[in-house]
């Protein structure tokens, strides 16, 4: 695999040096600028559409779900309730795209109905066994209340800001038009107090600040309720989720399997197959001149034993490649040892593991460092490397740390990208850091799981 260290040395591998810098700069500090912010005024359109929308659902689904109950006595009462669960699948699909729209939140579709029969049976049976559809009329009947706590909070506390805020430019209108001072902050038969002269105006815009800059964050903690609302509810379930999952794990290690086998088809045409169809021409050739010229052939039979070492030297490192014969017989610790005396650096191993883990986690372990130690050779400009195996409760962790230039990346397409993938597949994780000058730090996490007992 060809990680692209080399880039380690361009100014676009190194933020802060680019103008992309990742977030724009502000002047003012992000407590002084949300009231004025499109999320803000996004997150609180959402809360005041919310009210109107929650009516609707709450509405719609208690009643065509009462009404679906009440007719189970009668055949008419199932397919009500599916058309009411049918109803509330669409409601959700409706949420998701105003939680995109307004929130930026992105929930994956759920899946899709199964049928197991064509026809308004098999629809109605699977309308009727799907969770999402009763996951979506549960958020129907939850969203309601909750929407009428949200729009009453934000709309009096946004209300209450900006009215105390701008009250020094409309406390005018109640000496004029009202008939008193100012705004009545206390009264009673005897006694009243109003907000009339300057100190107790200056205070209500000072109070009326504090509500206006805290308006934007009570917002945002009622939608973060509702963002967990529609994420748990209308996205996809858990066990969905790791079953697509589960499928492109598989798909990556069929393509692994695929990828090595045409990599070991290769090898063997290109390599030692040639080698040896060319050993077999030679040795014809040298029958061939054996009585008319021996010192020729004897020539040749030299050549050919030479071509014989070299296509054997091939074939050790192509079922080294496969499977090393030390890592079955003596473990990771021997393995990676005899992989790293062929590091064109020098590298310190330390292998610090009271048991062997599976084969299938061993040999991707090894795997993973033989990669990372081809990369350093390749194009790291190191002069020293180290890799270090440990175990922590149940997961295997792998590091390998050298003192190259650095800049290494798992970006789309990058050697390290790949090998992210093969330990995704078994629940593995790959993280890569490795600033501009050095020193990469590559970390591998995979699973423990011991070698199942025969029998």
């Given at each position: ?224 309720v509702d963002r967990l609302m529609v994420h748990g509810l209308l996205g996809p379930s858990r066990l969905a989720t790791r079953v697509v999952e589960l499928e492109s794990d598989r798909g990556v290690v069929v393509d692994t399997a695929a990828a090595d086998l045409r990599r070991i088809e290769r090898d063997l045409h290109d390599g030692a197959q040639a080698r040896l169809v060319n050993l077999a021409m030679d040795l014809g050739l040298a029958k061939e001149k ?162 199942p007992v025969a029998g």
């Amino acid at each position: 695999m060809a990680t692209e260290y080399g880039q380690g040395y361009g100014l676009e591998s190194v933020p802060g040096l680019t103008g992309d810098t990742g977030a724009r700069r502000h002047r003012l500090p992000a407590g002084l600028r949300a009231p004025f912010e499109a999320r803000s005024w996004r997150e609180f359109g959402y809360v005041l559409l919310s009210l109107p929308i929650g009516i609707l659902l709450f509405t719609y689904a208690v009643t065509m779900t009462s009404l679906g109950a009440g007719l189970l006595v009668t055949f008419l009462g199932v397919p009500v309730l599916a058309a009411a669960l049918a109803g509330c699948r669409g409601f959700g699909a409706m949420e998701r795209a105003r939680a995109r729209a307004l929130l930026g939140l992105r929930v994956s579709d759920p899946d899709p109905l199964r049928l197991k029969k064509q026809g308004a049976m098999g629809w109605i049976g699977a309308v009727l066994k799907s969770g999402t559809s009763w996951r979506s009329l549960l958020y129907a009947v939850l969203q309601f209340p909750w929407s009428v706590f949200s729009f009453v909070v934000a709309v009096n506390v946004w209300a209450v800001g900006w009215a105390m805020l701008t009250y020094p430019l409309w406390f005018w209108v109640f000496p004029m038009y009202a008939g008193q001072d100012g705004l009545q902050l206390y009264g009673d038969e005897t006694h009243r107090i109003y907000l009339d002269n300057p100190f107790e105006i200056t205070v209500t815009a000072l109070v009326g600040l504090l509500f206006t800059l805290a308006t934007p964050w009570i917002v945002r903690a009622l939608t973060t309720v509702d963002r967990l609302m529609v994420h748990g509810l209308l996205g996809p379930s858990r066990l969905a989720t790791r079953v697509v999952e589960l499928e492109s794990d598989r798909g990556v290690v069929v393509d692994t399997a695929a990828a090595d086998l045409r990599r070991i088809e290769r090898d063997l045409h290109d390599g030692a197959q040639a080698r040896l169809v060319n050993l077999a021409m030679d040795l014809g050739l040298a029958k061939e001149k054996l009585r008319e010229d021996p010192r020729a052939a004897a020539v040749m039979v030299a050549d050919a034993h030479g071509e014989v070492k070299t296509a054997l030297q091939e074939l050790r490192d192509l079922a080294r490649g496969i499977h090393p014969a030390v890592l079955t017989d003596r473990g990771l610790d021997a393995a990676l040892s005899a992989v790293a005396s062929r590091c064109t650096v020098p590298v310190r191993v330390e292998v610090d593991l009271a048991e062997r883990p599976a084969s299938a986690i061993e040999g991707i372990a090894y795997f993973t460092v033989s990669e990372l130690l081809q990369n350093i050779s390749k194009h790291a400009r190191a002069t020293s490397a180290a890799v270090e195996v440990w175990r922590v409760e149940n997961r295997l962790m792998l590091q390998v740390v050298d003192n190259g230039v650095g800049g290494a990346a798992a970006s789309a397409g990058s050697g390290l990208a790949g090998l992210a993938e093969r330990l995704d597949a078994v629940d593995g994780i790959l993280v890569v850091d490795s600033p501009a000058g050095g020193p990469t730090r590559v970390t591998a996490e995979l699973p423990w799981r011991n070698e199942p007992v025969a029998g």
